[in-house]
Nanobody, 124 residues
Framework: QVQLVESGGGLVQAGGSLRLSCAASGRTFTRNTMGWFRQAPGKEREFVAAINWTGGTTSYADSVKGRFTISRDNAKNTVYLQMNSLKPEDTAVYYC?????????????????WGQGTQVTVSS
C-alpha cells in the first residue's frame, strides 16, 4: 500500500521559515518526479514546486520562486520543501504527490499518488 506522509507544517509569523517533509512508503519512487501543491480555503489546488528523479531539474510557481526550495533524498524516499520568507498568502494545506518518470509537470492531473496534507499557517 502506497503512502505519502507530509510533516513539518505549523504556525509561523510572516518572514519565518518552515521545512516540509514527505516520506513515501509501500513503493520506491526514486525514478519519479515529486511535486508539492497547496490549497487555500475557498481556492483551487495550485502547483508549488516539483523535482525530477535526479534532482537536477526543478520547477517552481512564480509566487514562490526565490523563496522556496524543493529537494529530495532518494535513499530515504523523501522529498522536502524549504520555505523561507513566508507570507500570509502562503497559508494553505500543502500536499506532496508522485508524478511521472519522464518529465516535470505542473498539472496535478499528471500526479498519481497524494499525501493527506499538512497545514501551513502564516500570521501577519
Amino acid at each position: 500500500q502506497v503512502q505519502l506522509v507530509e510533516s513539518g507544517g505549523g504556525l509561523v509569523q510572516a518572514g519565518g521559515s518552515l521545512r516540509l517533509s514527505c516520506a513515501a512508503s509501500g513503493r520506491t519512487f526514486t525514478r519519479n518526479t515529486m511535486g508539492w501543491f497547496r490549497q487555500a480555503p475557498g481556492k483551487e489546488r495550485e502547483f508549488v514546486a516539483a523535482i525530477n528523479w535526479t534532482g537536477g531539474t526543478t520547477s517552481y510557481a512564480d509566487s514562490v520562486k526565490g523563496r522556496f526550495t524543493i529537494s529530495r533524498d532518494n535513499a530515504k524516499n523523501t522529498v522536502y520543501l524549504q520555505m523561507n520568507s513566508l507570507k500570509p498568502e502562503d497559508t494553505a494545506v500543502y500536499y506532496c504527490a508522485v508524478g511521472p518518470t519522464w518529465f516535470v509537470p505542473r498539472s496535478g492531473d499528471q500526479y498519481s499518488y497524494w499525501g493527506q496534507g499538512t497545514q501551513v499557517t502564516v500570521s501577519s
